[in-house]
């Protein structure tokens, strides 16, 4: 006997029987799967809001089953039907709205498939299963007809999908660059506050619950290239390539070059950027120098902000809380009242435009190589304190079409033999840039390797 036939019991009262008023639609019968923090958020929430969110989508929205190999203390589980088997939801009759909050990609692959396969409609919060297996799912959905949903995936409680997919449909997206993770982002923040090194600003998001045990996904920036990648799809109505996105972290950047930076009129921030050129489409995530003018450039701590240039409308900025338990939970029950609202739409107009139809996609050859894209370059360069040095580097940059736009170069400290020179760069090729660094690090007088960053005008 199945976990779900053993606590069958549990359900108090059977909603596909419920009697409901002359000509009402019925209840919209939902599934959770994970009762982590966005699963328990996102019970609460409901319960909380069950009048609001009933009015809002015109019938009342009702947890018929929650998947979870464990209780959760944070949300009442008295009055919910709970199995141990997340795949008994996936195949329980009474859901219509698979809601899929496990994370992973394995499992939870396997889970949205077999809840397609039976019809239903999926909500997921999971960025990394949109990212790497969404061409996959989407296609499987609009095989069957019916809807996944993905607000939550990307800046937790910013309706950031929404508006690519909606509020500016009628623009061509030229770029967009966001601060998408709130654990790199706070450790940008304590830097340049606090002035503490990565490692210790590190350390105090671990002991206040920002970053995990182990930070590789944010610190690394792989779970920024994850929400990047299912914007860009939106923006650009290309295929999900997270294969094809540059992806660099935080865990080089020093005290110093944020103190320089600042200095420069700029802040730091860890971005993902999608633009589009005349020669592709760049996918990078990288550290960046931001004019410190820029609102963009004052969003800190733990908050996310998205910046998005339509042709029509210009720039626009979206900001907001980009993880927790509630924030998150928000924009699950945004999409489970979008499915609610489409379920008297006919089957094929249910898919959220998502790059997947072979006639509007892009090219996936049409992502620019990292080595083809054009910025500006703060580079810092260890030099020992003699003649003839930058006029070395000078010439190296001019023979790459490279002009030095700002210099900073302060005295050397008592004792010290090594001098810090800062440079802004004007727009150059990442090759030209890259071989620009190469023979400047072979210099003699030129100790260690140079530090680059990218900077971004965003206007």
């Known amino acids: 006997m199945s976990a779900f036939a053993d606590e069958a019991t549990r359900r108090d009262v059977d909603v596909s029987e419920k009697p409901r008023a002359e000509g009402s639609l019925p209840a919209v019968r939902i599934g959770i799967c994970g009762l982590g923090t966005v699963g328990s958020g996102t019970v609460n929430v409901m319960a909380r809001n069950c009048e609001e969110i009933a009015a809002r989508c015109g019938r009342p929205v009702e947890i018929v089953q929650v998947g979870a190999r464990r209780d959760n203390p944070d949300c009442d589980m008295t009055t919910l039907n709970v199995t141990r088997e997340i795949f008994d939801v996936a195949n329980n009759p009474d859901v219509d709205v698979l809601v899929e909050l496990i994370g992973g990609t394995t499992v939870a692959r396997e889970l949205v498939l077999t809840a397609i ?39 937790g409680g910013i309706p950031i999908i929404k508006s690519l997919r909606e509020g500016l449909v009628g623009n061509r997206i030229q770029w967009l660059a966001g601060i998408i993770n709130g654990t790199g982002n706070y450790i940008l923040t304590e830097m340049r506050e606090k002035g503490r090194s990565f490692e210790e600003a590190l350390a105090q998001a671990q002991a206040l619950g920002y970053a995990e045990a182990d930070p590789t996904f944010d610190v690394e920036g792989i779970d920024a290239a994850h929400k990047l990648v299912i914007m860009a799809s939106l923006a650009f109505g290309m295929p999900l390539a997270f294969d094809k996105v540059y992806t660099e972290g935080i865990s080089g950047v020093a005290r110093e070059d944020i103190q320089y930076a600042d200095e420069l009129g700029y802040r730091i921030k860890h971005l993902g950027i999608a633009r589009r050129t005349n020669h592709g489409v760049e996918l990078r995530v990288h550290p960046t120098l931001i004019p410190q003018r820029r609102l963009i450039a004052n969003v800190n701590g733990v908050m996310n902000a998205v910046l998005v240039n339509g042709d029509a409308v210009g720039p626009t900025l979206y900001y907001g809380a980009g993880a927790g338990a509630e924030a998150t939970a928000s924009a699950v029950i945004a999409d489970i009242v979008d499915v609610a609202r489409t379920l008297n739409v006919r089957p094929d107009q249910r898919v959220p435009l998502a790059g997947v139809t072979q006639a509007s996609q892009g090219n996936l050859d049409d992502v620019l190589p990292m080595a083809e894209t054009e910025t ?17 580097v000078a010439t190296i940059c001019s023979d790459q079409g490279i002009s030095i736009e700002a210099l900073i170069q302060h005295e050397p400290a008592e004792d010290e033999e090594l001098v810090p020179v800062v440079l802004l760069t004007s727009r150059a090729r990442e090759a030209q840039l890259q071989e620009a660094v190469n023979q400047i690090e072979a210099l003699d007088s030129i100790q260690g390797p140079v530090v680059r960053i990218r900077v971004e005008p965003l206007g």
């Open 117 to 155: 396969a039976n019809g239903k409609h999926v909500v997921t919060a999971n960025k990394a299963l949109i990212a790497e297996h969404g061409n996959e799912l989407f296609a499987a959905a609009a095989d069957k007809g019916v809807t996944i949903a993905y607000e939550a995936a990307v800046a």
């Open 376 to 392: 500006s370059y703060y580079m810092r360069i260890s030099a020992f304190d003699k003649p003839g040095v930058m006029s070395k």
